[in-house]
């Protein structure tokens, strides 16, 4: 949520920085004709209250027809109010649905650009693999080994669903608790969250807007699915002020489950993009001038496991137009897929400034004293894509899949291989 006051004082430098993510600067007027009618309804409904207010005081000391002739002022000043009181709230609902839909404003270094595809590679890093025959796409490979069913799970729960079987079901499981393990050793406190959440911890976050999350007994319980973790993580400290004398650092493992609305025959085959997943996930809670030092911590954390798995990759700085509505900032990891010959992200890390904690209200003290709202950062250490990630680096002209050294004592094997 944007500071509405920020925005009234600042009106050029707001439309200027979210008109780089798109929104017309029309909108930001709209919101501000918005709340100027609510500012002076709340005017008009406080100045009746004072009214009723001094009234009450003089009553007892009427009586006859002074008393009676007062009250029916009174009747005509209540139904006034509670008019007043209605329209009042018909115009905050109307400038709180534009303030909701507003992003955060992006950082300077994030690049200009509309699409993923006005990205920024910063850098590469790890050598791709040579073969000697033609690589294969990961759920070529999966199926040909018989580990992974796409069909069945059709059957069983529609499309971009899976079921994983054999060794790379053990191999999944080895890769979350593994990277789950290697970043609660860098300090972060380990988490597993509620799997559903309330309407108003994905509107904190900012999700909501994307329409991407499973209802459960709407109109009943209506708690959502989590699209990440994220959600319940950064809710966690909802309406609490903080003691950040140093970083609150989590990390958390959750399944994750996305609708995937607007990804219409894309990635259809296979697990890359689907409604069901795994994640672990880092998110920070810290002071706005330590949130630019600790994204890039996040995102060496991240680097440092691709590395481990011996993933080639590329970190690629997300143009404005790609960085969604609560990042100012994004870096996306993108690993090398021989099969299917081009760099997919595998994670990203965003810094979301006090964007997130103006909508949830998490605060906490200066150095002074004072109150202030939280910077909050997130990062996706693994997903289920790295899969496919080792699945096509580490395939073999024989069918077979290598298992990257730092994760066969998790999972107990060294390659997949037809039986």
């Not at 009250?71 to 909701?100: H, P």
């Not at 069945?152 to 499981?173: E, I, N, P, T």
């Not at 894509?385 to 050294?405: C, H, M, T, Y």
Request: net charge neutral; with cysteine.
């Amino acid at each position: 949520m944007l500071d509405l006051r920020q925005i009234r004082e600042k009106t050029d430098e707001f439309k200027k920085k979210l008109a780089r993510k798109g929104v017309n600067p029309a909108k930001i007027d709209e919101l501000l004709e918005l709340d100027k009618k609510y500012r002076e309804i709340l005017q008009k409904v406080e100045q009746l209250s004072a009214q009723q207010n001094e009234v009450s005081k003089k009553i007892p000391q009427l009586s006859g027809d002074e008393k009676m002739a007062l009250l029916d002022e009174m009747k005509k000043v209540s139904t006034e109010k509670k008019q007043a009181e209605k329209e009042l709230q018909e115009a905050k609902n109307s400038r709180d649905s534009i303030l909701l839909l507003l992003p955060n404003p992006p950082h300077p270094d994030a690049p200009d650009g509309k699409s993923d595809e006005e990205n920024v590679v910063l850098r590469m890093e790890g050598e791709k693999p040579k073969f000697d025959f033609e690589p294969k796409e990961h759920w070529e490979i999966a199926e040909k080994l018989d580990i992974l069913d796409t069909e069945r799970s059709a059957k069983v729960a529609g499309s971009r669903f899976y079921f994983l079987k054999k060794k790379l079901a053990m191999l999944q499981r080895a890769l979350i608790f593994w990277a789950f393990t290697e970043v609660a050793k860098k300090g972060f406190d380990p988490m597993i969250p509620p799997f559903l959440t309330k309407v108003d911890a994905i509107k904190g976050t900012g999700y909501f807007a994307h329409d991407e999350n499973y209802c459960v007994n709407p109109g009943e319980d209506d708690l959502y699915l989590i699209g990440t973790s994220e959600v319940p993580m950064v809710s966690f400290h909802a309406g609490e002020i903080l003691d950040l004398s140093k970083p609150k650092m989590y990390v958390s493992y959750s399944p994750c489950f996305r609708r995937e609305a607007g990804s219409y025959g894309k990635d259809t085959k296979g697990i890359f993009r689907v409604h069901q997943f795994e994640k672990v996930e880092m998110v920070i809670f810290c002071r706005p001038e330590q949130s630019t030092e600790l994204h890039e911590k996040i995102c060496e954390i991240e680097e440092d496991l691709l590395k481990k798995l011996e993933i080639p990759y590329q970190v690629v700085n997300v143009c404005c137009g790609d960085l969604g509505i609560s990042a100012a900032k994004k870096y996306d990891l993108e690993a090398w897929l021989p099969g299917q010959g081009k760099f997919r992200e595998m994670t990203s890390t965003s810094i979301c400034t006090d964007f997130q904690a103006r909508r949830l209200n998490i605060r906490y003290k200066d150095e002074n004293g004072k109150t202030q709202f939280a910077h909050i950062l997130n990062g996706t250490a693994v997903s289920s894509r790295p899969l496919v990630a080792i699945l096509e680096n580490f395939q073999q002209a024989d069918g077979s899949v290598l298992i990257p050294k730092v994760l066969q004592p998790f999972c107990g094997f060294e390659k997949i291989e037809a039986r």
